[in-house]
């Protein structure tokens, strides 16, 4: 890898063209940001330069600031490590420097990238140039200047927008809104840029300080309103994080007192933001996300994926139809298999109401939704299934069928096609034990629905061969999935770990709580819905044919509520039939139905746990720890049994697969915020007062007595 490192070359015509060098992305290191002020300083004092222009190297501009200084800062708790960017190089050397500046900006313009840009005294970019501030999704904000000069040049409520949003605009629309002066070829950038720049020198073109323009601000009561509406909004959509907010008060100090006020009150508030729980965990994910990508044994020993151009899939419902989706919309071919003409039709007009509602969303052209369509087709027998490179069994969690299907495609497929199951909780060696090609036999498990959660977790037996692995791991990829493998056992990682949660929701139901202060406790956390709701959008059925796996694989742990049945008993089956713990009519929102409550009254007379008969007194944070707690004591023993190759790949199974909050930094980090210490203590007293369901498992119990990090160090070791 090339070594960072800054360039200067001055031409004949004065211009002086500075290059930070950084692959892939050029990253904003330390020694770029030391190196940008070493040659700006240069440029300022010789003779023979008139002006400057910034550029990237290699047909990239920034991917932004380097995010391993933040782990640095998080491990060290020491700010002072990060560099005086915005005021000393942006602000002082660059922007109120006495040499014009343009900026060059090509491929990627983001984050620190573009703040760099913004201090310069006009911006040339390439077409299609991504042009963005995402820092918020880093539980930060943007801290070399974005905050005080984007809403200058843009303003104030599309800036707002694409702070608070993280999502960048490409340099066509930057253009219209004032953030790029011109649009060029890629060829043109550098010869149109020196012109502008020397234009500036000899005041054939504005000198344009952003910070010091106010013309897009609008009046001070303008800018209160929407401050004030923004406020409102992230209030609803970023509850528990305190990077929007924070974002919001810098960028008002800046209207109110000044960009320069702005721009100290914006370094001093992104340094309290780093330190963070909010940023610490959103940075784990990040680099935790990376790390999945490596597997031992599998992504080290030489192997190249095999090109997978064709897919079958056995069975059409809900999740056989929505990886076909998946699959289609990234150029593979897809057969779907179904044992009627009604469910093959039904299975492919899902599949096209996938796709066309993507169009209707305008996140996809018509023409690349046509193709998409063109690629499926549907069969009743097998007889296309000679020259696939993979097979999804996507049936029914049912061990009998499951393994004759097995059986079946074993006898037609290629030597090369690899047999995988997308089955949430059972065991792989008991699917494919009657067939003879155990090294092709692998889990491919999408969470619901398939073409929009992005977790594909990717499951191995001893005899998997890494071939088999690395291939799968290679379409997930394709599909823009995020592929987490693991090992084989009941419910694998994600499953596994928090099949705790919807338990722990019915023993607190049981014990007198209220369902819906439950979900209610549940959502603030951070959780998209609660368990109770959950269950009704899952269907009672899978919650029971689950709950039998789990019993039999984990007895010394399972607390048995007969609330599931009682519910079926009386009609309901969740939102499948409108009926749940919740009301569910189309077009409307979810409402608690009260007619469920005598039915919860009759479950906790039958299990009869409430103290003294009567329901427990328990304070809103008691309540998360109850439902959350064990989920982290099953993620202990989970980790303690190898299952995954390393902590880190569960905290990103739990937010990509569970909807766990991601500033929160997946389960395991979760835990460590909290402490084992209080997690172990908890658990142990629940457990003696309302038995082994709650009791701590050796790992937690280890951890908390020796003051050990869950996320320390593992064997990667894959269970069987």
């Not at 599949?351 to 169009?359: D, F, P, S």
């Not at 509520?561 to 077009?587: A, E, H, Q, V």
Request: net charge positive.
């Amino acid at each position: 890898m090339a070594k960072a490192k800054v360039t200067m070359e001055v031409g004949n015509d004065g211009v002086a063209v500075i290059t930070f060098v950084n692959p892939p992305v050029n990253a904003l290191a330390i020694q770029i940001f030391a190196g940008l002020k070493e040659k700006w300083n240069e440029a300022a004092m010789r003779n023979d330069v008139k002006a400057i222009v910034l550029t990237g190297y290699g047909g990239r501009f920034s991917g932004g600031f380097d995010i391993n200084v933040f782990e640095k800062v998080h491990k060290t708790d020491d700010v002072s490590v990060l560099p005086d960017v915005s005021v000393d190089l942006v602000t002082n050397i660059m922007e109120d420097g006495k040499k014009p500046a343009v900026a060059v900006v090509e491929g990627l313009c983001l984050g620190g990238g573009l703040e760099l840009a913004l201090g310069c005294h006009a911006r040339i970019a390439a077409p299609r140039t991504q042009l963005g501030l995402p820092e918020l999704s880093l539980g930060v904000l943007p801290g070399s200047g974005g905050t005080q000069r984007l809403p200058r040049l843009i303003g104030l409520s599309k800036a707002i927008d694409m702070m608070m949003t993280s999502k960048p605009i490409m340099s066509e629309e930057g253009e219209k809104l004032g953030l790029i002066d011109a649009v060029v070829p890629s060829k043109e950038l550098l010869k149109v840029a020196r012109q502008w720049a020397l234009d500036i020198a000899e005041r054939r073109k504005p000198w344009m300080r952003a910070l010091h323009r106010t013309d897009k601000i609008g009046s001070l009561s303008e800018a209160h309103e929407v401050l004030k509406l923004a406020r409102k909004q992230v209030k609803q959509t970023a509850r528990n994080m305190p990077q929007h907010l924070a974002c919001l008060d810098v960028i008002e100090e800046g209207i109110v007192h000044g960009g320069y006020n702005g721009i100290l009150k914006e370094a001093k508030v992104f340094e309290d933001l780093v330190l963070s729980d909010t940023s610490r965990g959103l940075v784990h994910v990040f680099f935790a996300q990376r790390a999945t990508s490596k597997v031992p044994n599998v992504t080290d020993i030489g192997l190249k994926p095999r090109p997978v151009k064709k897919v079958a899939i056995i069975g059409g419902g809900l999740m056989g139809s929505g990886i076909a989706t998946s699959l289609v919309l990234s150029n593979i071919f897809v057969i779907i298999k179904e044992i009627n003409p009604e469910y093959l039709q039904k299975g492919i007009k899902t599949v096209e109401a996938n796709i066309q509602g993507l169009v209707a969303r305008k996140k996809l052209q018509q023409d690349k939704a046509n193709k998409a369509l063109s690629m499926v087709k549907g069969v009743l027998d097998y007889s296309e299934f000679k020259d696939v490179d993979m097979v999804i069994e996507a049936v029914i969690e049912n061990v009998p069928l499951k393994q004759q299907i097995f059986i079946d495609i074993e006898k037609i497929c290629p030597p090369h096609c690899i047999l995988a199951s997308n089955t949430s909780t059972i065991d792989l060696n008991v699917i494919g034990q009657k067939t003879s090609s155990q090294d092709r036999i692998i889990g491919a498990h999408f969470f619901s629905p398939a073409h929009v959660m992005p977790l594909l977790e990717i499951i191995r037996t001893e005899k998997t061969s890494a071939q088999a692995i690395l291939d799968l791991m290679a379409v997930g990829k394709t599909i823009k999935k995020v592929p987490v493998v693991v090992g084989n056992c009941t419910g694998f990682a994600v499953n596994r770990t928090f099949f705790p949660y919807a338990q722990s929701a019915q023993f607190l139901a049981n014990l007198g709580v209220d369902v819906y202060r439950i979900d209610a406790q549940i959502i603030n956390f951070g959780l998209p819905i609660g368990p109770f709701q959950l269950q009704d959008l899952a269907g009672y059925g899978v919650a029971i044919a689950t709950g039998k796996e789990y019993s039999s694989a984990f007895p010394d742990r399972i607390f048995m509520s007969p609330l599931l049945d009682l519910l079926i008993k009386s009609g309901r089956n969740g939102k499948n039939n409108g009926k749940g713990y919740y009301i569910y009519k189309k077009g409307e929102k979810p409402r608690p139905d009260p007619s469920v409550l005598p039915i919860i009254e009759e479950s906790r007379r039958l299990t009869n746990i409430m103290p003294g008969g009567k329901p427990i007194s328990i304070t809103d944070q008691e309540i998360v720890e109850m439902i959350l707690f064990p989920v982290v004591n099953e993620a202990c023993r989970v980790l303690d049994e190898g299952v995954v190759v390393r902590a880190s790949d569960l905290d990103v199974a739990s937010v990509l697969g569970m909807s766990f909050p991601s500033y929160r930094g997946g389960i395991v980090f979760w835990g460590d915020t909290v402490g084992a210490g209080h997690i172990y203590k908890s658990l142990r007293k629940w457990s003696e007062v309302y038995g082994n369901f709650f009791k701590p498992s050796k790992f937690l119990e280890e951890r908390a007595a020796k003051g050990i990090p869950l996320l320390g160090k593992l064997f990667t070791d894959i269970c069987n």
